[in-house]
C-alpha cells in the first residue's frame, strides 16, 4: 500500500543537500560528506514502494537545497557598473534560474537512478554515474558552468583527491555518490556486504592516494612573482589598477625572479598600440630580466579581447592569449559594448625556461581547458584572475578550489595571481606551498617546477564517463540473461 508523501522525510533531503553546499565552503565538514547523503539516498530508495511522485519530490527536494545555498554568493556580485539599477533584481533573477536549472538537471538525474529497472546490485553505481553525469552536462557547451561538482568539496582532503590525476574531479563526485549509495542500500536491505564494498571503495581510494603523495616527479625550478594589487572592480571601476600593479611589479622585479605574473585586466586600453601601458612592462622586462605575463581587457587587432600579453627581455612582445572560455552573458552577449571575441587557440607561450599554459579567469573551472592546455605541452599552468567584484571571499576560496584539481588533474605545477585574491602557488598533487590572503594587496614570491609528464586525466579525461556506462548497459543485459 502507498504512503503519502512525508514532509519530514522531504526536509531530511534537503538538509542533506544543505549539508552537501556547505561542505564547498567549510574545510571541517567535508570529510562527513562520505557518508552524509545516505540518509537523503536511504529515503529516495525507500521511496520507491510509495510511488515515483514521491521520489522525484524527494530527489528536487535534495538538489534544489544544494543549489540554491551553493549559489547565494552570486548575490555578492556588484555589477552596479553594468547593469544600474537593475543590478540586484538581475542578481536575484539569476540565483534563482541557476539553482532551478540546475537543480532540476540533478533532481532528475537522482530521479532516474533511483526509478530506472535495473538489478539492485547496480543500482549505487547507476545513480552515482546519472549524478556525476549530470556535472559532466552543466558544465558542457557554450552556457557550461561547472560549479557543482562534489568532487571540489574534497580540495584541502589531498588524499583522497589524488585519484583526480586518473580520471579528474568527476571521478572523485562518483566515488562520494557510490559509497553514500552502497551505505544506504546497506541500511535498507540490511546487508553487510554493502556497508563493505563502502569501506573498500574509500579506503582504496584513500590509500592510494597516500601512495601518491609520496611519490613526486621533479622538473627545472623557476621563480615566481604573482602580484596580487587588490583594486576592487566595485570600487571606483577598478580605477588606478594598472599604475599599482605596475609598481608592485617594478618592487617584485628587485628580486630578480624569472616569471612575472601579472592578474586579468589589470590593464585596459590597446596593449599593442597604447605606449602608455606596453612602455613601462617593456623597460621592466629588460632592466629585470624577467618574463612578464599581463592580464589586459582591450582592443587586439580591431578585436575587443580579455588577453594576456607575453614580455621577454630579448623580443618585448613574445606572444599573446586571448581567451577562449567567455563568461556566459557577461563577456558574450548580455551588452554589446562587453561582447568579446573569442581566442581560437589554446594558451601555451613558449619562453626560455619552458612552456607556459595561460588561463584566464572562468577557463580555470573546466578540466578539459587545462587538459588540453597540458596536453599540447604547457610544462606550468598560470592562472590570471580578477574576482573583484565579488564582495564576498567565498567565491575567490571557491576558484583557488578549482585551480587545485586543475593542478591534480594535469600533474602540473599552477601558479594563480588575481586581483583581489586568491593568489598561490600549487603544486601537482594539490599542496597550495604559498598563498596570499584574499582582499589585501600584495607580492607572492615562490618557485615551481616546470614538468612534461601526462596525468591519466591528460591522456583520456572524462571518456571514462561514457566507458562506465557502457559497462553498466552491459552489466544489466548480463543479469537479466542469467534471469
Known amino acids: 500500500m502507498k504512503r503519502r508523501f512525508s514532509w519530514m522525510l522531504c526536509f531530511i533531503c534537503a538538509a542533506c543537500g544543505f549539508f552537501c553546499a556547505a561542505c564547498f565552503d567549510v574545510a571541517a565538514l567535508a570529510p562527513f560528506l562520505w557518508a552524509a547523503l545516505s540518509p537523503a539516498f536511504f529515503i529516495l530508495m525507500k521511496s520507491r514502494a510509495d510511488g515515483r511522485k514521491c521520489t522525484v519530490l524527494y530527489a528536487l527536494a535534495f538538489s534544489y537545497a544544494l543549489c540554491f545555498l551553493y549559489y547565494a554568493p552570486v548575490l555578492s556580485l556588484d555589477i552596479t557598473a553594468r547593469a544600474g539599477e537593475d543590478a540586484q533584481a538581475l542578481l536575484v533573477l539569476a540565483w534563482f534560474a541557476l539553482s532551478l536549472l540546475h537543480g532540476t538537471v540533478f533532481g532528475a538525474a537522482l530521479s532516474a537512478g533511483m526509478l530506472v529497472r535495473c538489478p539492485e546490485a547496480l543500482r549505487a553505481p547507476l545513480t552515482a554515474l546519472l549524478f556525476t553525469g549530470a556535472e559532466w552536462l552543466i558544465g558542457a557547451g557554450v552556457l557550461g558552468l561547472p560549479f557543482v561538482r562534489l568532487g571540489l568539496t574534497q580540495w584541502?582532503?589531498?588524499?583522497?583527491?589524488?585519484?583526480?590525476?586518473?580520471?579528474?574531479?568527476?571521478?572523485?563526485?562518483?566515488?562520494?555518490?557510490?559509497?553514500?549509495?552502497?551505505?544506504a542500500q546497506g541500511a535498507l536491505y540490511r546487508r553487510l556486504r554493502c556497508f563493505a564494498v563502502a569501506g573498500i571503495v574509500f579506503l582504496i581510494n584513500f590509500a592510494g592516494g597516500i601512495l601518491?603523495?609520496?611519490?613526486?616527479?621533479?622538473?627545472?625550478?623557476?621563480?615566481?612573482?604573482?602580484?596580487?594589487?587588490?583594486?576592487?572592480?566595485?570600487?571606483?571601476?577598478?580605477?588606478?589598477?594598472?599604475?599599482?600593479?605596475?609598481?608592485?611589479?617594478?618592487?617584485?622585479?628587485?628580486?630578480?625572479?624569472?616569471?612575472?605574473?601579472?592578474?586579468?585586466?589589470?590593464?585596459g586600453g590597446s596593449f599593442a598600440d597604447e605606449s602608455t601601458i606596453s612602455g613601462p612592462i617593456f623597460r621592466l622586462a629588460r632592466t629585470s630580466g624577467s618574463c612578464i605575463l599581463t592580464g589586459v581587457y582591450g582592443m587586439h587587432g580591431y578585436q575587443f579581447r580579455n588577453s594576456v600579453f607575453l614580455t621577454t627581455p630579448e623580443n618585448e612582445l613574445e606572444d599573446v592569449y586571448h581567451k577562449q572560455r567567455l563568461v556566459p552573458l557577461f563577456e558574450n552577449g548580455y551588452e554589446r559594448e562587453f561582447s568579446l571575441e573569442d581566442g581560437k587557440e589554446r594558451g601555451v607561450l613558449q619562453t626560455e625556461y619552458g612552456k607556459l599554459g595561460v588561463m584566464i579567469c572562468f577557463e580555470s573551472l573546466f578540466s578539459d581547458i587545462a587538459r588540453e592546455t597540458a596536453a599540447q605541452g604547457a610544462e606550468l599552468l598560470v592562472v590570471v584572475t580578477n574576482d573583484s567584484w565579488f564582495k564576498s571571499e567565498l567565491p575567490l576560496k571557491r576558484h583557488l578550489a578549482q585551480s587545485v584539481l586543475r593542478a591534480q588533474e594535469t600533474g602540473r605545477w599552477l601558479v594563480q595571481a588575481g586581483n583581489t585574491g586568491m593568489t598561490a602557488i600549487v603544486a601537482p598533487d594539490g599542496t597550495v606551498t604559498a598563498s596570499l590572503e584574499a582582499n589585501a594587496d600584495g607580492v607572492l614570491y615562490g618557485t615551481a617546477e616546470l614538468l612534461q609528464g601526462q596525468t591519466g586525466y591528460v591522456l583520456i579525461g572524462d571518456w571514462w564517463l561514457a566507458a562506465a556506462a557502457g559497462g553498466l548497459i552491459l552489466a544489466a543485459f548480463a543479469a537479466r540473461k542469467r534471469v
Do not use: C
Open 156 to 183: 584541502q582532503l589531498l588524499p583522497v583527491t589524488q585519484a583526480s590525476s586518473l580520471l579528474g574531479v568527476l571521478f572523485i563526485s562518483f566515488l562520494l555518490l557510490l559509497t553514500n549509495a552502497l551505505l
Open 212 to 267: 601518491a603523495l609520496s611519490e613526486r616527479e621533479t622538473g627545472k625550478t623557476v621563480s615566481v612573482a604573482a602580484i596580487q594589487p587588490n583594486v576592487p572592480f566595485w570600487q571606483n571601476g577598478g580605477e588606478g589598477r594598472f599604475e599599482k600593479a605596475l609598481g608592485m611589479a617594478e618592487r617584485a622585479a628587485e628580486e630578480k625572479p624569472d616569471v612575472i605574473v601579472l592578474p586579468e585586466n589589470s590593464a
